[in-house]
């Protein structure tokens, strides 16, 4: 019975009606105050309304269980999985175990595959996704649900989530609004008392309505548990277990002392205490098990029980039976029923139902695990079995927590080493850090093979590193003592040259250098991804061509693990391979996915932005970072949020919100510069340096440009410094310290030799035109523009074009001045580079052209995802190939292509090459 909540249906309604923006909404609430009637009541409006109904609800028992929550959704419907693309089927299929390929499935394209399964249903009539119990959810289906929260606009799919507590999911967008359901009025309390069968009256009724303080589950169970008791004493006994009438007068003399779902508990306890021994036997299998069936609860029984075992738990309302499941009035049911019985009940029960599970090794295993005190061999291997199982899903969560268990059940140092360490590597691409790190101090302190101790020692320190404790990182994996890299394998190798150039330290190169002397990369057979990553990395300029070379043959390579594709992408990006980098790490941190900032605790996340920012692809690198950055701002300060926050400065710098980027660039230098993190530093800098451009400060802007060098002008930072003395240069100029910047120029210059890639030598011909005599500056910037391939990286070029047309104007060669500013401002307006648009305008109406506002700057008020759909479709491209690029339903991608025409001025898909081409020309 629903009383009042006339306001939380009202806006439920509204939250999930088809003008909503997107139809979500998160239920939010302690237990027992209403969450799921409510759910319940609109799922029954839902389908009387015609709706058709997808629900899931979540449990204790198959939190473990990988994707177990995502087939329960998906069940009724799951037969219309034939009519997917056959990727999108075979990732689906394998993440439910029942495919044919042995390869890990997609789980980007699995994503999509449940996007267009639901969205299928949907087009014959509106969908309602209603999702109870949402904590207890297993992890990987969580990220399937927020995946689909993001991409329900322009889809007639509602979405309601409820869930324990008053904290927000992580998994789920804050676009999704939340209503935090409270306790009723205490008119609203008496009206539902009032209305149960035996109400209770006088001094009763008054320490009901007390106790329970609005909460309706309460309310009605105290009720209930008054009628039955006949009399409510205020004296008895405190302890749980004892008979009926003297608990439940415990239970409400102590009320002012424990919490509702504590009283809730002994309640339904109680009546459990009530019911003939079978009955309890059979409600426990079935709390043990939840999520399995009448069939398979009556096989964990002894023989000879029949469904009658269950009439006395449904008479008293305990429980409900269907002919495919079995259900708790209310999960706190469960959990009395669970926890008020003894432990070797508990075990009995687990090892029952492990005996009868046989044909679900993943549930056998975890009931065996349940059912398990001591180390034992058996369990161990197979939990381990089912973590592998969940791997190959890409069930990361799932996989990390079987694996921690198996080695909790192993007595083999050995073994336990070796499952820990596992663990610890899945805890550091799942990003949970601190984790990881509690799993390899375990693995060192049950190690006894001094040959597993360099890779424990690797896994350490690469926590250290994400967690920016520089010093200790490097010291753990390379100390003084290790001879050559040849002591290290390739794994750990990358992490000692990756930890060398995030920070930056002369020492920590040095040492990494002289480290690998003894690494051949001559030979034309290509080489481990990783020897490459070592190389290039740690000599950037010295032996960048030769790696070069390497990576058409390596990144063409099938077959490569994420980690490998991670570590190409980044090398690619540090070598100026921007386009290869960008393809190499969205396979493994695609921004559209709904955990690509956990991956590698955020580091992939903030590389992609980089290199999506470096190539001109503003709004894909803002979509990559703002919520990992968004953490560092709400105080989790970890190496991959703090670069994700330097990538953001930057992107406000360059888009018009210069106060905003000094703020979050000051946020990232106040933990960077202390930890030592000289690779974020720089960035972190370098945005502060652009920012105090943009607002005319150039003295601030020298004086953050001049920090990434030292005082004789040399790069702070071997690699990243080199890329900001162009802009130092320019700020230098303007407040008269050319020779500072000079110094910088040469050391740079010095540094490079001849081993620039083309976007280095674009950035330093324009510092060599900035600082030479006027008379001879041309040159230069001939020189800085020569290559036509220096258009891959468009602000950086649009700035060299900038600067070369006000040489030009001040040279009064005016006609050439006007096309090169025209050209520079072009490409500021696609990019929405603001500041560098207006100064190009302003030196174009100085040559004597009239400037007017470019109609496609209403490109960039659409949002970044938006902008991507746009660009596709002005690429030719259909709806369902924009879809299954950006991992959208077609019907999605054409209500943002309808929503952004009117916008962006036009009225058809071939008006947008108009409209959009100019965004990435040069």
């Not at 058709?52 to 609800?57: C, E, G, P």
């Not at 149960?196 to 009763?204: F, K, R, S, T, Y």
Request: charged residues 20%; hydrophobic residues 45%.
């Amino acid at each position: 019975m629903l009383i009042g909540r006339q306001e939380e249906r009202a806006t439920i309604a509204t939250a999930l009606s088809p003008q909503a923006a997107t139809a979500s909404l998160l239920l939010l609430g302690e237990p027992g105050v209403g969450k799921t009637l409510l759910l319940d009541t609109t799922v029954d409006d839902a389908l009387t309304a015609g709706t058709r109904v997808l629900r899931v609800r979540g449990n204790a028992a198959e939190t473990e269980l990988a994707f177990a929550g995502l087939h329960q959704l998906l069940l009724p419907v799951l037969d219309r999985a034939d009519d997917l693309p056959v990727r999108q089927r075979g990732a689906l299929m394998a993440a439910f175990g029942l495919g044919d390929d042995p390869a890990p499935p997609d789980p980007m394209m699995m994503s999509l595959a449940v996007l267009t399964l639901v969205s299928h249903v949907a087009s014959a009539g509106r969908v309602l996704l209603a999702v109870d119990d949402a904590q207890w959810i297993d992890r990987g289906s969580c990220q399937v649900l927020g995946f689909l929260a993001r991409r329900l606009a322009g889809e007639p799919i509602g979405l309601l989530v409820a869930s324990r507590g008053t904290h927000r999911p992580e998994w789920l967008d804050r676009s999704v609004p939340e209503l935090v359901v409270s306790a009723l009025s205490p008119a609203e309390a008496e009206e539902l008392i009032g209305a149960q069968p035996d109400p209770p009256l006088g001094a009763a009724r008054r320490r009901v309505l007390e106790t329970a303080a609005g909460n309706p589950l309460a309310l009605v169970e105290l009720s209930r548990a008054v009628a039955r008791d006949g009399v409510l004493r205020a004296d008895g006994p405190q302890t749980v277990g004892l008979q009926t009438a003297g608990l439940h007068a415990a239970v409400l003399h102590a009320a002012g002392h424990l919490p509702v779902t504590d009283l809730l508990e002994r309640t339904f306890a109680a009546q459990v205490d009530e019911l003939p021994a079978a009955t309890r036997a059979a409600l426990l299998v079935a709390a043990a098990a939840e999520g399995v069936g009448p069939a398979g609860v009556l096989a964990a029984l002894p023989p000879g029980t029949d469904m009658d075992v269950w009439l006395p738990a449904e008479r008293a309302g305990l429980v409900r039976l269907h002919s495919d499941r079995i259900d708790f009035r209310h999960p706190l049911v469960r959990s009395a029923i669970y926890g008020a019985a003894p432990f070797a009940e508990r075990r009995r029960t687990h090892l029952a139902l492990a005996a009868s599970l046989d044909g679900d090794p993943d549930r056998r295993a975890w009931q065996l695990s349940a059912a398990t005190v001591e180390p034992d061999a058996a369990v161990s291997a197979a939990l381990e079995a089912t973590a592998m199982r969940a791997f190959g899903r890409g069930a990361l969560a799932e996989a990390l927590a079987g694996l921690e268990r198996s080695a909790q059940l192993n007595t083999d140092p050995t073994e336990q080493t070796r499952l820990l360490t596992t663990a610890a590597y899945a805890g550091i691409l799942t990003g949970d850090i601190d984790r990881a790190e509690e799993l390899a101090a375990k693995a060192a302190s049950v190690n006894e093979d001094p040959a597993a101790t360099p890779w424990i020692s690797a896994l350490t320190a690469l926590v250290e590193m994400l967690m920016m404790r520089m010093e200790r990182a490097f010291a753990l994996i390379a100390p003084d003592a290790l001879p050559d890299v040849a002591q290290l394998d390739e794994g750990s190798s990358t992490i000692v040259t990756g930890i060398a150039y995030h920070s930056g330290s002369p020492v920590q190169r040095e040492r990494v250098l002289r480290l690998l002397a003894g690494r051949d990369l001559t030979d034309p057979t290509p080489p481990h991804p990783f020897h490459l990553w070592d190389a290039g990395v740690t000599d950037p300029f010295g032996k960048g061509d030769l790696v070069r070379s390497h990576l058409p043959a390596v990144t063409s390579a099938p077959g490569r693990a994420p980690t490998e594709n991670h570590t190409l992408g980044v090398l690619c990006m540090i070598l100026d391979e921007t386009e290869t980098a960008v393809s190499l790490l969205r396979e493994v941190a695609n921004p559209q996915w709904e955990d690509a900032d956990a991956f590698h605790a955020g580091m992939t996340a903030a590389d992609l932005a980089w290199a999506n920012l470096d190539r001109g692809r503003w709004a894909d690198a803002r979509l990559g970072v703002e919520r990992l950055a968004g953490r560092f701002l709400g105080g989790i300060h970890t190496h991959g949020s703090a670069r994700a926050l330097t990538v953001l400065a930057t992107l406000c710098a360059l888009t018009g919100e210069p106060e905003l980027a000094v703020r979050h660039a000051t946020a990232a230098l106040a933990v960077t510069e202390p930890a030592g993190v000289l690779g974020a530093v720089v960035r972190a800098r370098r945005a502060a340096g652009l920012a105090a451009t943009a607002l005319g400060d150039h003295a601030s802007a020298f004086r953050h440009f001049r920090a990434v060098f030292d005082g004789e002008g040399a790069p702070v930072h071997y690699h990243l410094s080199c890329y900001a003395v162009a802009d130092y240069a320019a700020a230098a100029v303007l407040i008269g310290r050319t020779e500072d910047a000079s110094a910088a120029l040469e050391q740079v210059t010095a540094v490079v030799a001849g081993g620039g890639s083309v976007r280095l030598r674009q950035v330093l011909g324009r510092a060599r035109a900035l600082l030479a005599d006027p008379a001879g500056a041309g040159p230069s910037f001939e020189s800085a523009l020569a290559d036509p391939a220096g258009h891959r990286w468009p602000f950086e070029h649009a700035q060299t074009w900038l600067e070369y047309g006000e040489w030009l104007r001040r040279q009064r060669r005016i006609a050439e001045a006007r096309a090169a500013l025209i050209k520079a401002r072009e490409i500021f307006e696609g990019l929405g580079a603001v500041h560098w648009s207006e100064r190009a305008q302003a030196e174009l109406r100085a040559a004597g052209v009239a400037v007017e506002s470019a109609p496609r700057s209403a490109f960039r008020t659409l949002t970044p995802q938006r902008q991507r759909i746009v660009r596709l479709a002005a690429e030719g491209l259909t709806n369902r190939e924009i879809g299954e690029r950006l991992f959208l339903s077609p019907r999605t991608v054409g209500t943002h292509l309808y929503q952004a025409f009117p916008v962006l001025g036009v009225t058809s898909r071939g008006r947008l090459r108009d409209v959009v081409e100019p965004e990435s020309s040069d």
